[in-house]
């Protein structure tokens, strides 16, 4: 599956985003889905994941409350809605996907597949 991610851009803190992530090549209902981030010089890390259905949801104890996964499986395309935003916010993200994985293993993967990264640029 070929993942292409894209909506970032620069906001104000306070301000939301939604990020999308399409998905071309296989049949998407099949992949559990995530989006992780990067801030520079950090580590990536795990932001959101969706199970295949959407029955089963995960957050970053960092963005709960304020960020929204979803997928819409007819569109093939999985979403990142990103509300009251944050300087530390700031990181190239980028949405995931894979069809072996279980529940208990989708906020850390391993996700096989990636797309290419889409920039989130929180002002202060």
């Known amino acids: 599956v070929q993942l292409q991610a894209s909506g970032g851009g620069l906001v104000q803190a306070g301000g939301s985003l939604r990020l999308s992530c399409a998905a071309s090549?296989?049949?998407?209902?099949?992949?559990?889905m995530a989006w992780f981030r990067q801030a520079p010089g950090k580590e990536r890390e795990f932001v959101a994941a969706?199970?295949?259905?959407?029955?089963?949801?995960y957050y970053a104890n960092s963005v709960k409350g304020r960020f929204t996964i979803s997928r819409v499986n007819t569109k093939n395309t999985v979403y990142l809605q990103m509300n009251s935003l944050k300087p530390e916010d700031t990181a190239v993200y980028y949405c995931?996907?894979?069809?072996?994985?279980?529940?208990?293993?989708?906020?850390?993967?391993?996700?096989?597949?990636w797309g290419q990264g889409t920039q989130v640029t929180v002002s202060s």
């Open positions: 995931a996907g894979d069809t072996n994985l279980i529940a208990s293993t989708l906020t850390r993967g391993p996700y096989d597949y």
């Open positions: 969706i199970s295949r259905s959407g029955a089963t949801i």
């Open positions: 090549g296989r049949t998407f209902s099949n992949y559990a």
